[in-house]
């Protein structure tokens, strides 16, 4: 008896690691088809477009997300496992596990990072100093903003973002940063190597990322740059409800007229900047004039 168990345990076994490389397989077969759809070679080198140097560009799936937030800088950062990220298209899912990213920081940094690796295939190392870094995200030069340039590109590569789009047919589950080193004032380093994943590329294919005037993008208030986030991503931006707009900042505002007062604010904001024409909030919906 304990033979004919060891040999269906094997049997199972080997059945099971049989399956492991069918369905990785099928995986790539799906991503190959994904990338040939949007006129990207499958096998690489992958490369981001190289956009002029005053502007950046964002994943739409991530401008229309919650993967970055607005919460108030006093409140502690959520440490989260596996949690469902806030998408304003249902045909997208993302989950996020890491430390809890915010517009305020994370996501200007990011892109910055980002505007230094499309100069070169995705997965080779980029370098910068952390002055120069600072300097684009008009942060003054200073001890302080060093460090919180530091903790914000630590925070980029401790975490997994997985998304999911039921409409492409495709998903991917990648860090911000894939991994990076440092050397300088000991382990409080100033300049940096960092790599990007190469399947960032899911992200970026065929019409799938939009591009924000830099300048004035990164001097706006948090709020109203995650608003800037949904409209620019958008041909002819849609109304956008309030209550939806509140998911995809993942705010805390406590109540529903101060959130409305914010927006407003955050809509004033969009204007001063010229990065639209017109916006205003009628009944329960944010508009948008481009």
Not at 57 to 74: M, Q
Not at 110 to 135: D, S, T, V
Not at 196 to 209: E, Q, V, Y
Not at 240 to 268: G, H, I, N, P, Q
Request: net charge positive; aromatic share 10%.
């Amino acid at each position: 008896m304990a033979t004919n168990n060891s040999k269906g345990l094997t049997s199972a076994s080997l059945a099971l690691a049989g399956a492991k490389p069918l369905a990785h397989r099928v995986d790539q077969m799906q991503r190959e088809a994904y990338l040939r759809s949007r006129g990207v070679d499958p096998h690489g080198p992958f490369q981001l477009e190289i956009w002029p140097d005053d502007v950046r560009e964002i994943p739409n799936d991530y401008a229309r997300s919650a993967i970055f937030t607005v919460r108030n800088k006093t409140e502690p950062r959520a440490s989260l496992q596996g949690a469902l990220v806030f998408h304003v298209e249902k045909a997208v899912k993302i989950t996020f596990t890491g430390i809890e990213l915010r517009a305020e920081d994370d996501e200007l940094v990011w892109q910055q990072i980002l505007n230094y690796a499309k100069h070169k295939p995705l997965g080779e190392p980029i370098e910068f100093n952390l002055h120069e870094l600072c300097r684009e995200l008009n942060w003054s030069i200073n001890g302080r903003n060093y460090e919180k340039a530091r903790m914000s590109i630590s925070r980029l590569k401790a975490n997994e973002v997985k998304v999911e789009n039921e409409r492409a047919g495709r998903g991917s589950a990648i860090s911000l940063i894939r991994e990076y080193d440092f050397q300088g004032d000991g382990d409080k380093g100033t300049k940096y190597r960092i790599w990007i994943h190469p399947d960032l590329i899911l992200l970026f294919a065929g019409n799938t990322s939009t591009r924000i005037v830099w300048a004035q993008y990164r001097d706006l208030p948090p709020i109203a740059r995650r608003l800037y986030d949904y409209f620019a991503s958008h041909k002819q931006p849609f109304p956008l409800r309030l209550d939806t707009f509140y998911k995809m900042c993942a705010s805390t505002c406590s109540t529903e007229k101060k959130w409305r007062a914010m927006v407003r604010a955050a809509c004033a904001a969009l204007v001063t900047a010229g990065l639209v024409k017109k916006a205003w909030i009628h009944a329960d919906c944010v508009f948008c004039e481009r």
